[in-house]
């Protein structure tokens, strides 16, 4: 019989496999969590005054409305816990600020918060002072770097005035190859499901999925591979801050698309953008090439088409031994990098009487481009005087100034050189040890901070996939770029500190080009 051939037993063998392997992920998932989770939960969030708004008028519960300001009161008891597999230190916090999660009480204002812990995690208090982050202003809570061992909890009693009960309650911050989420428990009165929901959709949508798959193959037996796919080679060049990004997107690319072959080769946004247009432009058609560019390109050829693919936060870095409080005002990066700064005490008298010594990326380098354009206004003013950053070439210039090939290049020497300065893109410096990264204008480089709006940290700029033209349908250069921006991409662009341009709400920071 036809539908006995050997692809559609291997189907139907599929589907069993499929079936199968959705009851061993309900079991794994219920029995091996697998990222470092902080979970949280609104346990309370009760009026404690005359709750006429709610349609329960003179329902007393206390006299807070005898105290100006306090007539709404409202009492929110928040828990937080490990709830996954492995303990959680103070450096698996992702974020760049003191401290650890931040909680949004939407609506409302803060009056006063109270700690209370287990009894035999009594450790956690002593995490919970101002030196370590905690306090709070307006409606948001920060909540200090906790160490959390798994199964750990502590609890926060939040006074609230100015809203209602049951407006929206976040808890915003990352873990470090983890996540933050809102999660439940069954009260004493509920019977625990004998699956979770995720659980039962996971089972549900893979069974489902399978055998679907294997109806269609025995239907027919031409069943094509996904629409991004394509085989052949493709080379990517540019970008050196968008280059971890790209690697781990070209790695998943070849793991699914079997046939493609994807090299990259990183050597600054500039030099990566002109290689595409002279290539482009000896052939006289669109090459099998990708180039990434920090911002804009010059434009060194109309037939070049952009694509905006992410959203990038940089820093400037300093030397560990420089501690500059609350950072640098642009003016004053501004007098620094004109070379009118040749000695750190000259800014501040309580900083050490070190030289100023300026380590700076090549010409071709979009990271800065976007340096100059979003935060000098202006070129880099002071010519490169070394070519090792030691010793100063150019005995006359003001400072010493050396220009490197790559952020990893910069990072290594403003580690190693006291008085040092540099800059970079934001998730290279956050791991780099022996460096401090320095505020501009009073805002941190956060990219949870850019995307929801709160800071308008100005060093940041979009990131842009150049084609020569536009990539023949079908090509592995348009398939590379469809992938990039699906989910795939998306969550590795993420995991690197990055916004996804792909992502509705980012769009309209991604409209912004970066220019001044």
């Not at 090299?263 to 052939?283: F, H, M, N, P, T």
């Not at 090792?388 to 150019?394: A, E, G, N, P, V």
């Not at 990219?447 to 700029?461: F, L, W």
């Amino acid at each position: 019989m036809e539908w006995l051939s050997a692809e559609n037993v291997v189907a139907v063998g599929t589907a069993v496999l499929g079936i199968v392997a959705s009851g061993v992920m309900v079991w794994y998932e219920r029995r091996v969590p697998r990222r470092k989770r902080i979970g949280y939960r609104v346990q309370m969030d009760n009026p404690i005054g005359d709750d006429v708004r709610s349609g329960r008028a003179n329902r007393r519960l206390g006299l807070f409305d005898e105290d100006p300001g306090m007539v709404d009161a409202t009492l929110v008891l928040l828990r937080i816990e490990n709830d996954g597999s492995q303990g959680i230190d103070r450096d698996d916090y992702t974020g760049p600020e003191i401290h650890g999660l931040t909680a949004v009480f939407t609506d409302r204002t803060i009056r006063g918060v109270s700690v209370t812990q287990p009894t035999d995690a009594d450790h956690l208090m002593d995490h919970f002072i101002p030196d370590r982050g905690f306090g709070y202003e307006g409606n948001t809570l920060r909540i200090p770097r906790v160490p959390l061992n798994r199964g750990d909890h502590f609890k926060l009693l939040v006074l609230l005035s100015g809203g209602d009960v049951g407006r929206e309650i976040r808890l915003i911050g990352g873990i470090r190859e983890g996540e933050v989420h809102p999660n439940r428990s069954a009260t004493p009165d509920e019977k625990p499901p004998l699956f979770s929901r995720a659980a039962r959709l996971i089972s549900i949508t893979l069974t489902l999925s399978v055998v679907t798959l294997a109806g269609i193959v025995i239907a027919r037996d031409d069943n094509p591979p996904p629409i991004e796919c394509a085989s052949g080679s493709l080379a990517i060049t540019g970008s050196t801050a968008f280059a971890p990004v790209v690697r781990e997107v070209a790695k998943q690319y070849e793991k699914k698309c079997e046939g493609s072959d994807i090299k990259v080769d990183a050597r600054g946004s500039e030099a990566g953008v002109g290689e595409l247009a002279a290539r482009g432009a000896q052939s006289k058609r669109s090459p099998s090439m990708i180039a990434f560019s920090d911002g804009p390109t010059a434009g060194e050829s109309r037939d070049l088409e952009g694509n905006r693919v992410a959203v990038l936060a940089f820093t400037l870095v300093v030397n560990q031994g420089l501690d500059l409080g609350r950072g640098l005002s642009l003016t004053d990066v501004r007098r620094i990098y004109r070379g009118q700064i040749t000695r750190w005490r000259q800014l501040d008298p309580h900083l050490p009487n070190l030289p100023v010594v300026l380590v700076s990326r090549n010409a071709d380098s979009g990271t800065r481009q976007i340096f100059q354009r979003r935060v000098l206004g202006s070129w880099e003013r002071v010519p490169s005087t070394s070519l090792d950053c030691l010793h100063k070439d150019d005995r006359t210039a003001p400072v010493m100034r050396c220009e490197l090939d790559s952020t990893q290049e910069v990072l290594d020497k403003v580690a190693a050189i006291p008085g040092a300065i540099g800059y970079s893109e934001l998730n290279f410096a956050l791991g780099h040890k022996g460096l401090r990264r320095v505020p501009l204008g009073g805002a941190v480089a956060s990219v949870q901070d850019i995307e929801y709006g709160r800071s308008d940290y100005p060093y940041r700029g979009v990131e842009y996939a150049y084609t020569y033209g536009h990539p023949p349908a079908g090509s592995l250069a348009a398939g590379f770029l469809a992938y990039l921006g699906q989910s795939v991409g998306e969550t590795v662009i993420r995991s690197h500190g990055n916004l996804p341009c792909s992502a509705p709400a980012v769009l309209p920071l991604c409209d912004d080009d970066g220019g001044s």
